[in-house]
């Protein structure tokens, strides 16, 4: 009997972001895709959310290969973290994406810790290990995504990364849906799929569509434009540059990652403009407001991205006033919806005019509709199927529809992260789950923020802090040395309260004194427990309470 094919996803199951999957046979593992998510409003302070790799990092042998899909961040985000906890012998991905993460890599001083291979989509099949890995070109809202089919004694697998079905991509580089059809004679034993649109009917529009939308609205405005997309967003970069050059405008590229990506992405020969219709910002008060574009980071509200400062006149370089238009190139992620509708708010009491794509057809998704998900079952024809790449209620939809299109109900996987699939002969099933979860970037600290942590500064932001400091004199401080003092942070306190509080707190020492209670842990929990009653039972709310025994 072959040994059986384990799949373990350790992110982008029941989520949107963090895409990681693990593919294990025997001693051999290959990691597709290592993206991070980025925090939501629970997550308090926290600056980027990491597949939790315990998993790999206990493994005696290193990974084989880490194959990346695409550029976009919830792809090869983590890549870095990965490469810094786990050791990996090889990194492959094609030529925009390598570029785009030696970059990131050269950051962190990572450069060396992988050895960093190019992908070519119409090259011949690599040998990794246990794992024959081919790849299949596809169309997605970054250049050069790629598939990836993994043959292995125990089946045939693919896995697709982002996709859809552009029949008109500004690069002129299709799904390669004859590659896909091959594959599907051949035999696929399970496929795993984007799941992002799979409750949207229809299909995606194409790329080009957006660079129509420009054309449309760009030659008709007087004053500043700019275009906040993604900023690996190469074709939605070229389409703006196109029109500002045809109508006589100079860009300007403002936010560190865009500029970064931009110049990648020229020096690789993805993006052609004429050197001299880019401009600094320093050099924007040389230009007349019509005279300009600006693309722009921000598209999802990022606290400290371009578009923000801008929108909160908080941008050294860019202001927006009223006659500007801001077109907002991008869907919201889910759980960034109110960043970007604060921004859009900001700047209309601005004055500029806001594009979205609730309002202009400003944006295009790189992701499949249903239809087109309908088409890469019919045309892989997978004895199983496993939905991958979304939320729960988007995992479900696409099983459904992988239902409908000839797949048994039973040959479907419905897992979540840090579940085992097991590929045999006879199918794909659940059998096991490993540790899996999230790690917190916060600041310069990888790991260090854990779920109590997060639960204080929930606590902290939503009733605030008191600290009490009681001040013990004498030999044996066995006596008070005078009232103690409150301190009160965030906490909507008056001055009748604070003085009763005050009064609590002594009181509550001076009974723990006449009982000969001196041990400075218990008078800092009996201060705790008299002041958090008296405070819940006068407001109904529990600020932390943080009580500091002193001996003098």
Request: proline content about 5%; some cysteine.
């Amino acid at each position: 009997m072959p040994e059986a094919l384990r799949i373990i996803p350790l992110g982008g199951l029941g989520e949107v972001g963090k895409n990681m999957t693990v593919y294990e046979l025997g001693d051999d593992a290959i990691v597709v895709d290592a993206g991070l998510a980025f925090p939501r409003d629970e997550h308090l302070g926290v600056d980027l959310i990491l597949p939790d790799v315990t998993y790999l990092r206990d493994r005696e042998r290193p990974v084989r290969a880490v194959i990346l899909t695409h550029a976009h961040e919830d792809h090869v985000g983590s890549l870095p973290y990965l490469l810094r906890e786990v050791r990996v012998d090889e990194v492959w991905a094609t030529r925009l994406t390598l570029g785009l993460v030696k970059s990131k890599l050269d950051e962190h001083g990572l450069l060396r810790a992988a050895e960093l291979r190019e992908i070519d989509p119409e090259g011949g099949p690599l040998q990794l290990g246990a794992f024959r890995a081919e790849f299949v070109r596809m169309a997605h809202s970054v250049p050069d995504a790629v598939a990836v089919v993994l043959e292995t004694e125990a089946g045939r697998v693919l896995h697709t990364g982002d996709w859809k079905l552009d029949h008109t991509p500004v690069d002129g580089l299709r799904t390669d849906v004859g590659r896909l059809a091959e594959f599907g004679n051949r035999g696929i034993d399970l496929l795993l799929a984007d799941s992002t649109n799979a409750e949207r009917p229809g299909v995606t529009g194409s790329e080009r569509l957006v660079g129509e939308a420009f054309r449309q609205i760009i030659p008709q405005r007087q004053g500043r434009i700019l275009v906040a997309s993604f900023a690996s967003n190469v074709h939605r970069m070229q389409q703006a540059v196109d029109v500002a050059v045809d109508v006589g405008r100079k860009v300007c590229v403002v936010g560190r990652s865009m500029r970064k990506n931009l110049n990648i992405a020229r020096n690789l020969g993805y993006i052609d403009m004429p050197e001299d219709a880019l401009i600094r910002p320093v050099e924007l008060d040389e230009y007349e407001p019509g005279q300009v574009l600006i693309l722009c980071t921000g598209s999802q509200g990022e606290p400290l991205s371009a578009l923000v400062r801008i929108a909160y006149n908080d941008h050294p370089a860019v202001h927006v006033e009223r006659g500007d238009t801001v077109i907002i190139s991008a869907r919201p992620v889910p759980g960034n919806e109110l960043r970007v509708h604060d921004a859009i708010n900001q700047l209309a009491k601005l004055g500029a005019e806001v594009l979205h794509q609730e309002n202009a057809p400003v944006h295009v998704s790189g992701h499949g509709h249903a239809e087109e998900l309908r088409t890469m079952i019919s045309l892989v024809r997978p004895k199983a199927f496993m939905p991958v790449h979304g939320e729960f209620r988007m995992l479900a939809a696409h099983a459904r529809l992988a239902e409908e299109g000839g797949v048994p109900p039973e040959a479907i996987v419905l897992a979540e992260n840090g579940s085992v699939v097991e590929l045999t002969p006879q199918g794909a099933r659940i059998v096991d789950d490993v540790e899996s979860g999230v790690t917190f970037v916060d600041g310069l600290g990888v790991g260090d923020v854990h779920d109590v942590a997060l639960r204080d500064r929930r606590h902290l932001s939503e009733d605030g802090v008191l600290i009490v400091v009681a001040t013990l004199a004498g030999s044996n401080g066995r006596a008070s040395a005078g009232p103690p003092e409150l301190i009160a942070r965030g906490f909507a306190d008056s001055g009748p309260l604070l003085d009763e509080m005050r009064d609590e707190a002594s009181r509550v020492l001076d009974d723990c004194l006449q009982q000969n209670i001196v041990e400075i842990k218990l008078l800092q929990e009996h201060i705790h427990d008299g002041l958090g009653q008296l405070v819940y039972d006068r407001t109904g709310r529990r600020p932390m309470i943080l009580p500091v025994v002193v001996e003098v």
